[in-house]
């Protein structure tokens, strides 16, 4: 698999941040001791955090050097380590652990989240979001066009499997899904999105003439896909799963 690019992923920060804000807006936690951003990436859902937490102590893990020395720059006050979050343990017990487009890049996930909330103090959050974007045109012709075995991702279980995991061990769980309508310049800005994401692992996987080949077929069927509006414009349509568990 091709390495995380701190710069492509942010070349759309505000579209990706929206989720985390969200996220973190229905965090029932007043106010934190110990905070940690699992899958910070450059550190721009850390910084989101910080600015609801100022006073708490907040650390973001990735396994991406590139993602983390983005974030160490951008928030030197705060603390980064590099770590596979499967298998991730604290120092100490936590008070929120804040997951934003994290978990579906784990295989067997809903086992690390079952995990996850065993590291949180009494009261202490598990919030999770993850896309649910699978079944959308994107990738769908990420599967038709590539043809990577095992290189896209898996669909995400029903919504109900989340609760039956979680509940026995959370006083509450809180789960919904939101569609997002990005609004973007054109198809090609649908597949430099996706260039930072999801298209990452068929590109990994592929020498590079033969990736560029590729890509241009792929931009060609998302110009077929996502239709221009009146002003040029299309829309990125981006499902997206959320988990809020209260241990």
């Given amino acids: 698999m091709s390495e995380w690019n701190a710069r492509q992923y942010l070349k759309f920060e505000d579209e990706?941040?929206?989720?985390a804000r969200d996220l973190l807006a229905q965090v029932p936690l007043q106010q934190v001791r110990v905070v940690v951003d699992l899958g910070c990436g450059p550190g721009n859902s850390t910084e989101v955090l910080?600015?609801?937490?100022?006073?708490?102590?907040l650390t973001g893990v990735d396994s991406s050097k590139d993602m983390l020395l983005q974030a160490r720059e951008r928030l030197p006050q705060c603390s980064f380590?590099?770590?596979?979050?499967?298998?991730?343990?604290p120092d100490e017990p936590v008070d929120l652990l804040f997951a934003n487009a994290l978990l579906q890049w784990i295989p067997d996930h809903q086992i690390a989240m079952r995990r996850l909330t065993g590291?949180?103090?009494?009261?202490?959050?598990?919030?999770?979001?993850?896309p649910d974007n699978t079944r959308e045109p994107s990738h769908l012709l990420m599967e038709k066009v590539f043809g990577v075995s095992g290189a896209g991702r898996v669909d995400l279980p029903p919504a109900e499997s989340y609760y039956d995991l979680l509940k026995p061990v959370c006083r509450h769980v809180e789960i919904w899904h939101t569609i997002y309508n990005h609004v973007m310049d054109g198809p090609e800005a649908i597949v430099e999105w996706f260039k930072g994401s999801a298209l990452r692992p068929y590109l990994g996987a592929l020498d590079q003439r033969q990736g560029a080949e590729l890509l241009k077929t792929y931009t060609a069927?998302?110009?077929?896909?996502?239709?221009?509006?009146?002003d040029g414009k299309v829309l990125l349509r981006f499902p997206r799963l959320f988990v809020v568990a209260t241990r």
């Fill in 16 to 19: 990706r941040s929206r989720p």
């Fill in 50 to 57: 910080a600015a609801r937490y100022p006073e708490a102590k």
């Fill in 81 to 89: 380590a590099e770590g596979d979050v499967a298998a991730w343990a």
């Fill in 119 to 130: 590291l949180l103090q009494e009261g202490g959050v598990l919030a999770v979001q993850m």
């Fill in 221 to 230: 069927e998302i110009v077929r896909c996502y239709p221009a509006r009146f």
